[in-house]
C-alpha cells in the first residue's frame, strides 16, 4: 500500500495555488499594469531562491468519498529567498483572488511572514496589495479578520521592528490591516502610478463622510510622499524593488549583526578642488548640499530617503570608505534648512533608524534653528524638534558632525551626539542665533533711533558674524578641529577606521528602538 493517491493531491492543490485566480484574473491585473505577487517574488529575490511556506494552505471542499472536488488557495504568498545572495523573509497578497482581501488561510500565512523572520533573524519584504478584514462570510463561516484586542497580532509587527529591518512596498491598492502594515516599516517605498494607500476606501469614506472622492486623490503617491508614510516614490514595480535591494544593502541582517562593511574602490584620499568654494562667501546665498554630499561619500554610494516630506533636512545613507553610515544634512535651498516640525519627526526616525541597526551617523550642518512664524507654532516645531535633540544626545551609535555653514539655537543640538567627533569648516557659523535676527532684537532701539540705521545694521553684523568665527572655538578646543573643506573624506574615512571597535560592542537590541 503507498501514498500515491495522497501524492497526486498534493501535486494537484500545488498547480490549483499556482494559477492564484485563474487566467482571467492575471489578465485583469497586467491590464492595470501590475504585477501578480508570484512575479513580484521572482522579480526582487535572486533566481530561483524562493522557497515557499504553506505551497498547499488555502480551502479545499470535498466529496463524500473525501476527493477534492475544489480548491480556493490561500491569498497570501510567503517563504523565504535571497536578495544579492543574503536570506530574507518575503510575503504579499494575491489580488487575483478576492482582491487581496484576506481569506483564513491568507491572513495566518500573513502573520507567519513576520514570526518567519523573527525565527531566523533575517529582514523583511512585503509586496503588499489588497484590503483588510471583510463583513462578508468566509469558506467555513464566520467573517474574516478579527478585532486586534482578540490576539495581539501587532505585536509580532512592532516587536518585528526591533529586530530586522523591514521593507514595504505599496505596489496597487492598499488598504485597512495592509496599509498599518506598510507603515510599520523601516523602509516603505510605493509605485507613482498603480499604489494607493488607504485607511479606508472611497466607498466607506463616501458612506461615513458624505465625501466624493477617488482612490488616487484620497491616498495617491502625491498625498503619501509628502506627509512620510511613503518614504520613497517608483517610478514603476522594477524600480520599487531596486530600491527595496538597496536599502537593504545598507543594513545587517540583525540588530545582532553589524551591516558587511563592502570594499571600495573609491580612494581614501580623494580630494575634491570643488568643495573649497561650494559654500558661497555671502552669508544669504544657499548651496546644493547633496552635491556636496556627493563629492564626500564613497561615488554614487548616497540613497536618500523621505526627499519630499521636512524638505529642510533631508536624510539618507551611503558609504564611508565601504562603511554603511547614515547621513543627515540641512538643505539651504528650503528656507535655509531651518528644522520645521515635519523635518524634526523625519530626523528623530531617522536616529532611531540608525540606532536600531548601529549604522554611525555623518552630519554635515547648516543649521540656522528651528522654523520660526505663525505656521511653525501651531505645527508644534518646538515639541518635536525638542524630541528631535533627545534622540540626539541620547543617540548610542558614533557620530561625526561636519559644521559646514551655520549651527544656531536649539535646533543645532539636533545635530551633535554626547561623544562625537566635531569638525568646522572655515565657512562655519556658530552661536545662539543667527547674526540677521540677533541684531534685529538686541539693537532693536539702536537701529530705530539711527540716523541711517542700514549703515549701522551692516556694521553690527559684520561685528557679530566675526564672533561667530569657528577659529576660536577651534582654538578653545571647542571643536576638534578646523579643516580645509577638501579635507572632508579623508577625515571622515579615517574615522571610520577609529570607530570599529565602537561598532563591535553595540551589537544586540538597543533599549529604544525604531517606532513609525
Not at 98 to 103: F, H, I, T
Not at 342 to 367: G, M, S, Y
Request: hydrophobic fraction near 40%.
Amino acid at each position: 500500500m503507498s501514498w500515491e493517491k495522497e501524492a497526486e493531491e498534493i501535486k494537484r492543490m500545488r498547480i490549483a495555488a499556482k494559477a492564484q485566480g485563474g487566467e482571467e484574473a492575471i489578465k485583469s491585473q497586467h491590464a492595470k499594469g501590475r504585477l501578480t505577487i508570484r512575479e513580484r517574488i521572482s522579480g526582487i529575490l535572486d533566481n530561483e531562491s524562493f522557497q515557499e511556506q504553506g505551497r498547499i494552505a488555502g480551502s479545499a471542499e470535498r466529496d463524500q468519498n473525501g476527493n477534492i472536488t475544489d480548491f480556493s488557495p490561500a491569498n497570501y504568498i510567503t517563504g523565504l529567498g535571497t536578495i544579492d545572495g543574503r536570506r530574507v523573509a518575503i510575503g504579499g497578497e494575491d489580488f487575483t483572488l478576492k482582491g487581496g482581501s484576506p481569506n483564513a488561510a491568507g491572513l495566518r500565512k500573513s502573520v507567519f511572514a513576520e514570526e518567519l523572520a523573527s525565527q531566523y533573524k533575517v529582514p523583511l519584504v512585503r509586496m503588499l496589495e489588497g484590503g483588510g478584514g471583510s463583513v462578508a462570510k468566509g469558506k467555513g463561516g464566520g467573517t474574516v479578520g478579527s478585532p486586534a484586542y482578540e490576539k495581539p497580532r501587532f505585536l509580532s509587527i512592532a516587536k518585528l521592528l526591533g529586530e530586522v529591518p523591514v521593507a514595504s512596498a505599496a505596489l496597487g491598492p492598499v488598504a485597512g490591516f495592509p496599509a498599518a502594515r506598510f507603515a510599520a516599516s523601516h523602509f516603505s517605498v510605493m509605485t507613482r502610478d498603480t499604489a494607493q494607500l488607504l485607511i479606508a476606501g472611497p466607498a466607506l469614506v463616501e458612506r461615513a463622510l458624505n465625501i466624493k472622492i477617488t482612490k488616487e486623490e484620497l491616498g495617491g503617491a502625491q498625498i503619501h510622499s509628502r506627509n512620510a508614510v511613503a518614504a520613497n516614490i517608483a517610478t514603476d514595480e522594477a524600480d520599487a524593488f531596486s530600491q527595496i535591494r538597496r536599502f537593504l544593502s545598507f543594513l545587517p541582517n540583525n540588530v545582532w549583526e553589524l551591516a558587511a562593511r563592502q570594499k571600495s574602490n573609491d580612494p581614501v584620499d580623494r580630494v575634491e578642488e570643488e568643495l573649497l568654494s561650494i559654500v558661497p562667501k555671502n552669508r544669504r546665498l544657499p548651496f546644493k548640499i547633496r552635491n556636496l554630499i556627493q563629492m564626500v561619500v564613497d561615488r554614487d554610494s548616497f540613497f536618500e530617503m523621505g526627499k519630499n516630506y521636512g524638505r529642510g533636512l533631508l536624510t539618507g545613507f551611503a558609504r564611508l570608505n565601504g562603511q554603511s553610515v547614515g547621513v543627515i544634512a540641512n538643505d539651504s535651498l528650503y528656507y535655509a534648512g531651518a528644522m520645521g516640525a515635519d523635518a524634526a519627526q523625519k530626523v528623530r526616525r531617522f536616529i532611531e533608524l540608525c540606532d536600531t541597526f548601529h549604522i554611525p551617523i555623518v552630519n554635515f550642518t547648516d543649521e540656522p534653528g528651528f522654523m520660526i512664524g505663525p505656521d511653525s507654532e501651531k505645527d508644534g516645531t518646538i515639541k518635536f524638534g525638542t524630541s528631535a535633540v533627545a534622540a540626539a544626545v541620547m543617540s548610542v551609535v558614533p557620530w561625526a558632525t561636519v559644521i559646514v555653514k551655520k549651527a544656531f539655537g536649539v535646533a543645532a543640538a539636533a545635530h551633535f551626539s554626547e561623544n562625537g567627533y566635531v569638525l568646522a569648516w572655515p565657512s562655519a557659523e556658530m552661536g545662539p542665533l543667527p547674526v540677521e535676527g540677533g541684531v534685529a532684537v538686541a539693537y532693536r532701539r539702536q537701529l530705530a533711533e539711527a540716523e541711517n540705521p542700514e549703515k549701522l545694521r551692516a556694521e553690527l553684523e559684520e561685528q557679530l558674524a566675526a564672533q561667530q568665527s569657528p577659529f576660536p572655538r577651534a582654538e578653545s578646543f571647542s571643536v576638534h578641529d578646523i579643516i580645509d573643506p577638501r579635507e572632508t573624506r579623508p577625515a571622515l574615512c579615517q574615522w571610520v577606521d577609529w570607530i570599529q571597535p565602537q561598532l563591535e560592542c553595540l551589537k544586540g537590541p538597543v533599549s529604544f528602538s525604531f517606532r513609525p
